[in-house]
T-cell receptor
Framework: AQTVTQSQPEMSVQEAETVTLSCTYD???????LFWYKQPPSRQMILVIR??????QNATENRFSVNFQKAAKSFSLKISDSQLGDTAMYFC???????????FGKGTSLLVTP | DAGVTQSPTHLIKTRGQQVTLRCSPK?????VSWYQQALGQGPQFIFQ???????QRGNFPDRFSGHQFPNYSSELNVNALLLGDSALYLC?????????????FGPGTRLTVT
């Protein structure tokens, strides 16, 4: 079974600053996908960024980037130039290439303050 | 493109009753997954439908059943509702492309069991 651990239940960052959210996972699979999803109070789950395990290059989407350490089974999300609209729950998720279900962590609540 | 749509938005049921939730996938997507998200938790995978058949199932009792129609839309049925079934139910549609995998979530249905 795969498990996803997000060790930071809550985090706070000031507007325009940079924040990093942590995620570790446990799996015996060699091929898989990792995701970060954002869930604002509106509850719509929005894909932030995706990483294929076979790619060594870290994924980047505008202000969002990941630090993927396959050997350490670590997948952190860095948000640069934080904006008030980034306030939300952030979920890390794992999907093996051999399966179809997303395994989610418990989430990190991020608050961006003025 | 309307994206993934779900109905109804909110639902209140009494313990012991039955409920049906509906999902329409994003255009071009042929796979639908259902997730249960309890308050303050990450989503938990219920099952996934592909080509009108249940392809994978999570750790949920048989009270939870589903269906996929030829137009790829899907229903989630829950029988003999328990208070613990109160949650946000998320539908996600997905597809594999030549280059990667994409999955998008709907806005969810909030089910309250009294």
């Amino acid at each position: 079974a795969q498990t996803v651990t997000q060790s930071q239940p809550e985090m706070s960052v000031q507007e325009a600053e940079t924040v990093t959210l942590s995620c570790t996972y446990d799996t015996s699979e060699s091929n898989y996908y990792l995701f970060w999803y954002k869930q604002p109070p509106s509850r719509q789950m929005i894909l932030v960024i995706r990483q294929e395990a076979y790619k060594q290059q870290n994924a980047t989407e505008n202000r969002f980037s990941v630090n993927f350490q396959k050997a350490a089974k670590s997948f952190s999300l860095k948000i640069s130039d934080s904006q008030l609209g980034d306030t939300a729950m952030y979920f890390c998720a794992f999907m093996p290439n051999s399966g179809y279900a997303l395994n989610f962590g418990k989430g990190t609540s991020l608050l961006v303050t003025p | 493109d309307a994206g993934v749509t779900q109905s109804p938005t909110h639902l209140i049921k009494t313990r012991g009753q039955q409920v049906t939730l509906r999902c329409s996938p994003k255009s071009g997507h042929d796979t639908v997954s259902w997730y249960q998200q309890a308050l303050g938790q990450g989503p938990q995978f219920i099952f996934q439908y592909y080509e009108e058949e249940e392809r994978q199932r999570g750790n949920f009792p048989d009270r939870f059943s589903g269906h996929q129609f030829p137009n790829y839309s899907s229903e989630l049925n829950v029988n003999a509702l328990l208070l613990g079934d109160s949650a946000l139910y998320l539908c996600a549609s997905s597809r594999w492309t030549a280059r990667s995998y994409e999955q998008y979530f709907g806005p969810g249905t909030r089910l309250t069991v009294t």
